[in-house]
């Protein structure tokens, strides 16, 4: 399962014929276009597809998914831990 | 002042950066990211394309088989489209592609992109008019390369 994290818009740039945005997601910058959503401005959530922002989001509905993906982490990291102990896990950290 | 890095996404993007949002709007959806490893093959030559693909970053050789041998055609980089061969009929591609550095790519299914640009033919066109300039650029650049290796294979003759 893979959640699908909004980004923020720090800065706005108009490059050749487009608008591009620096969008934050969790720490990580990249730029993004903003050609698909005319309405979203620095401050505002986006959520991104192949470098495309496709829709705005609101901030209520970001930070909703910000928090999902940290319980889905932690979700996964603790399923990482139970396989771990298993004893098919003991058997394949066995040196050969 | 606009960062370089916005300069260089543009550049790397401008397939889809040229178009309009009502086109892009229905081509971003059927978009995969693809990340390629150095020496990673893309696709074989004669092999169906699959994909449609846009090089965002790093750089990929186009090699064919003549004589037995694998020969160097050119090398692609942020910018260039390549499978193009996706577009067509038979889908049938004319070249290997293979990633020297790590390579990141949006890649277009086949069926997907054919079936859209079928779908709005206006929105086809408009892919199809920057596909041929950047197959035109391509072309060129193909026509220099033969220029320069003729004029260096001369001046070692006459040395």
Known sequence: ?96 | MIPQEFERVARAYRLLGDLEPKHLRKLVPLAEDRQFRPGEIIFKERDRSSFLYLIVSGEVALEMRAGGAMIGLQKLQAGDAMGWSALTEDGETHFQARALTPVSTVAFPSQGIREACEGDPEMGYALMKRLLELVTERLDAARMQIVRVRHDAEVAQQA
């Open chain 1, 1 to 96: 399962m893979s959640v699908e994290v909004p980004g923020k818009i720090l800065e706005e740039y108009a490059v050749r014929r487009n608008r591009l945005g620096l969008v934050e997601f969790g720490g990580t910058r990249r730029p993004i276009f903003l050609d698909l959503v005319p309405d979203a401005h620095v401050g505002d959530y986006v959520r991104v597809h192949v470098g495309f922002a496709t829709e705005r989001v609101s901030e209520a509905e970001a930070l909703r998914a910000y928090q999902e993906l940290a319980e889905h982490e932690e979700t996964a990291e603790l399923a990482l831990q139970a396989d771990e102990s298993t004893p098919d896990a003991a058997r394949r950290r066995k040196p050969r």
